[in-house]
């Protein structure tokens, strides 16, 4: 859908021109409220790294609730999941990098998050000896979990006897039913070593090794500790994948390109391609070149390698060749034309290879734009066919030996939890979690809506019970982050998103009319939607989403338009600055949570050597792209929110925001959370900040 953009600013000054309503009572704004328990709804016990074992029907996740984060298990055919480790407490320590053993018996995991670049490791609870990034072993049959030492990216043998690790830059193998036993250094490669892969008979490791301006697909014999490099070039490679009788090895090849910035849209580049390797002799060939134009990006999917080396020598592999992410797959051995597993005009996001290596299993959005679904897509291109279908969502696939599927699931008015379809039956892993199942919410209505140069804007709505109070609720856009995200209709998959849809559900249900907005660059829609033009730091164009929603507010007869505010987190602090600078008559007061505000200072947090006087000209636009080239129209008061160990957005960004705005005589609240990181790690952050947040809005909107 799209209007002329001539007349979305005439709809835009008429909503501005809009005499104010007068204000409800208190008597008639608390008639319309539903009872929602704010604590209970972010206190969900959120799942999150689903893992399946290659040899056996058993799958491990991780399950946080209130900030007490722990690994679960179950196994078929009974499907009944139970906690394997005892953690406690609001920490902030975060679990994650599950990897299982063949038979399922042994678990690795690491505890704690990734360092800073002064290699300190994320402590929001503020331990006064600080914390460790280690890693622990716990078997699925009950015993106590074990720490076996600091480390990173753990990959069990399969046997489980040995895990094989990263410390330090260097690539690790230690026992695992003996903790006191010495690490053994396997390889210090000059690079950064990632991406770890055993062959199918545990004799090779085969390795990404990062170089800066390029990467090499490493493979060390563990025998005889013989290292060696396959076809090195002047590119990128990574995402490498055994063959199934191990003799070879695909990857991905990306040229690299010089003096590429974030938050630029990249429509096109220099081609990727897929290669291969036999090992016996080190031939190469070309498995996949992407052609010129749309496409010649390579786009990346939530899944623990990009490419799938199947059965019947087809490797499949993500492309946007027609402007959408879809799954082709092709002839390991090069030529001939890709086939589509998943073709068409969606997009797929976790994708998983079936045992057997016949099909994979992913999550789209086909047919269902605003929700994600899972399916079973064939190799040979023979069609995929659909596995969950309703008004849910389900994602992170994990397919197991038996033939049951194990996934991650919610929908508009039930939280993220661990499903298995086993046959045509689907049951929850956690039977008891129902018990605890939220109250007062209502599920959100999909709007269209142009934005302010007509380009059409999808979001999901949130409307408080009842009519409305006389001269209608007051209106609230929320804005993600990323920007490449899309919110759905219904509890997200990303646990900072499920909170804010709990939090926009609050709102809702204490009297706010709530528009999520999925403004451009953001994903779900296709590549032009994310690669929009002059979107971020090349002009801001997503801008013009976060009018059209205001507008959209202010033309509803429930909605009074003199009471509307805004508020987000990340790239969504950056667009509540924006629309507090250049329309604060429409944007009554916002909430921005670690935004960006100068995109000068956030690039060089992403590219350290980004050096804005050697390019005045890029420099000039970005800044005139940020919040800070506007704040002289800027009058609504904001809370600005951010914790001090951020290592996305700058601590120093609020601070720079609150200095301006406080001299130009602007009203400035704020919540600092003191050794607290981006996402947030505490229970107790994200209630101080949603707590705060109501209050605000309350007094300036309510």
Known sequence: ??????????????????????????????????????????????????????????????????GARNVWVAEGP???????????????????????????????????????????????ASIALGVEREIWIVGTDGGDARRLGPGQSPLLTADGSRVVYIQGGMIHRRPTGDPAAAPEPLADPRGSPGELRLSPGGDLLAFTSQLGDHAFIGVLDLATGTLRYLD??????????????????????????????????????????????????????????????????????????????GADGRIAFPWEGNGYTNLYSVDA?????????????????????????????????????????????????????QLTPGAGIEWQPAPTVDGSLVFLASSGTVPAHAEVLAGDERRWLVESARDHLPGGLADPEQVVFPSADGLAIHGQLFLPGGPPPPGGWPGLLFLH???RRQMLLGFHHRDYYHHTYSFSQHLAATGYAVLSVNYRSGIGYGMEFREAEHYGADGASEVND?????????????????????????????????????????????????????????????????DPAARPDLARRAFQSSPMAFVDR?????????????????????????????????????????????????????????????????????
């Open 546 to 610: 976060v009018l059209g929603a205001g507008v959209y507010l202010t033309s509803r007869d429930d909605v009074d338009s003199d009471r509307i505010g805004l508020w987000g987190g990340s790239y969504g602090g950056y667009l509540t600055a924006h629309g507090l600078a250049q329309a604060s008559h429409l944007f009554k007061a916002g909430v921005d949570i670690h935004g960006v505000h100068d995109w000068n200072v956030a690039i060089r947090n992403f590219v350290p050597s980004y």
């Open 481 to 483: 982050g990323g920007s």
């Open 78 to 124: 009974a499907w009944t999941g139970r906690r394997v480790t005892s953690f406690a407490g609001d920490d902030g320590q975060e679990i994650g990098s599950l990897a299982i053993s063949a038979a399922g018996a042994t678990i690795a995991f690491v505890r704690g998050g990734a360092p800073n670049r002064e290699g300190e490791i994320p402590n929001p």
């Open 634 to 702: 800027w009058t609504s008061p904001v809370l600005l929110i951010h914790g001090d160990d951020d290592r996305n957005v700058r601590f120093s960004e609020s601070v720079d925001l609150a200095e301006v705005l406080r001299r130009k005589g602007v009203h400035v609240e704020m919540l600092v959370l003191p050794d607290e990181v981006h996402g947030f790690l505490l229970h107790r952050s994200w209630m101080a900040v949603f707590r705060a947040a109501e209050d605000f809005f309350g007094r300036f909107l309510n």
């Open 333 to 385: 051995r090069g030529g001939g034309d890709p086939r589509p597993i998943a073709r068409g005009d969606f997009e797929v996001q976790y994708a998983a290879l079936a045992p057997g290596g016949e099909a994979l299993v992913f999550s789209s959005n086909r047919g269902d734009i605003d929700r994600q679904h899972l399916w079973w897509g064939p190799l040979d291109g023979s069609g995929a066919r």
């Open 232 to 309: 090195p070039s002047l590119d990128i490679d990574g995402n490498a994948a055994w063959s199934p009788d191990g003799n070879e090895i695909a990857f991905v090849r990306i040229p690299n390109r010089q003096g590429s910035l974030p938050f630029f849209a990249v429509r096109e580049s220099l081609p990727w391609s897929i290669r291969a390797v036999r090992l016996a002799d080190g031939a190469t060939r070309t498995v996949f070149a992407a052609p010129e134009g749309t496409g010649s990006v390579f786009r990346t999917i939530s899944a623990a390698n990009n490419i799938f080396w």
């Open 1 to 66: 859908m799209r209007t002329r953009g001539a007349a979305a600013f005439v709809l835009l000054a008429a909503a501005l021109a809009a005499a104010a309503a007068p204000l409800p009572t208190a008597g008639a704004a608390s008639a319309q409220t539903r009872e929602t328990d704010l604590d209970a709804l972010v206190g969900w016990a959120f799942p999150s790294g689903l893992v399946a074992a290659a040899e056996a029907p058993v799958v491990a996740w991780v399950r946080n609730e209130r």
